[in-house]
T-cell receptor, first 116, second 115 residues
Framework: GAGVSQSPRYKVAKRGQDVALRCDPISGHVSLFWYQQALGQGPEFLTYFQNEAQLDKSGLPSDRFFAERPEGSVSTLKIQRTQQEDSAVYLC??????????????FGQGTRLTVV | GESVGLHLPTLSVQEGDNSIINCAYSNSASDYFIWYKQESGKGPQFIIDIRSNMDKRQGQRVTVLLNKTVKHLSLQIAATQPGDSAVYFCAEKYKMKTSYDKVIFGPGTSLSVIP
């Protein structure tokens, strides 16, 4: 596709429910990032993939959060046993190269997760 | 417990005036600095970036200034238009040991353009 696509756009989950958020990066992009953006705040880094390898997961807030990119393209962010504090917009970004400083990252529109 | 959202700093500017948005960064090892624009319901959009060995870079109607001595970054928008109304984030980029570039966002500023 022309840009980074995320689905669903909106997700309402009951507390304790598991959710899966999908990211379709720009075709051929090596790098893929997940960010969490709480209301009124800047995006906070969650995890980074270079192709299928998850090189950094230091930003995942707990072991309830899990991300994968098994074939080096589509990525899924899974949150188990959702809590109210997980309510946020989850942003995915991709860039063509990994480790090249001046490579622009393109963001998707995000998935707004509301835990009730 | 109940979470309280932070209130973004807000800058209100008359249409046609110049806007200046400021940002302080924390990591002296950052190699690149980027300004993003985020409109309501959308993801951040790249505006302009600057390498750490530069102090000024100009784009179309935008200029970024970098002062490494005081770790300060600014974005200047000339002849501000209603379409410039959005939240603006500065971000710093540095290389991790695993040879990828980590992008860390700063707090945003909400720009409101008065027609």
């Amino acid at each position: 596709g022309a840009g980074v696509s995320q689905s669903p756009r909106y997700k309402v989950a009951k507390r304790g429910q598991d959710v899966a958020l999908r990211c379709d990066p720009i075709s051929g992009h090596v790098s893929l990032f997940w960010y969490q953006q709480a209301l009124g705040q800047g995006p906070e880094f969650l995890t980074y993939f270079q192709n299928e390898a998850q090189l950094d997961k230091s930003g995942l807030p707990s072991d309830r959060f899990f991300a994968e990119r098994p074939e080096g393209s589509v990525s899924t962010l899974k949150i188990q046993r959702t809590q109210q504090e997980d309510s946020a917009v989850y942003l995915c970004a991709s860039s063509l190269y990994g480790g090249v400083m001046n490579t622009e990252a393109f963001f998707g529109q995000g998935t707004r997760l509301t835990v009730v | 417990g109940e979470s309280v959202g932070l209130h973004l700093p807000t800058l209100s500017v008359q249409e046609g005036d110049n806007s200046i948005i400021n940002c302080a960064y924390s990591n002296s090892a950052s190699d690149y600095f980027i300004w993003y624009k985020q409109e309501s319901g959308k993801g951040p959009q790249f505006i302009i970036d600057i390498r750490s060995n530069m102090d000024k870079r100009q784009g179309q109607r935008v200029t970024v200034l970098l002062n490494k001595t005081v770790k300060h970054l600014s974005l200047q928008i000339a002849a501000t238009q209603p379409g410039d109304s959005a939240v603006y984030f500065c971000a710093e980029k540095y290389k991790m040991k695993t040879s990828y570039d980590k992008v860390i966002f700063g707090p945003g500023t909400s720009l409101s353009v008065i027609p």
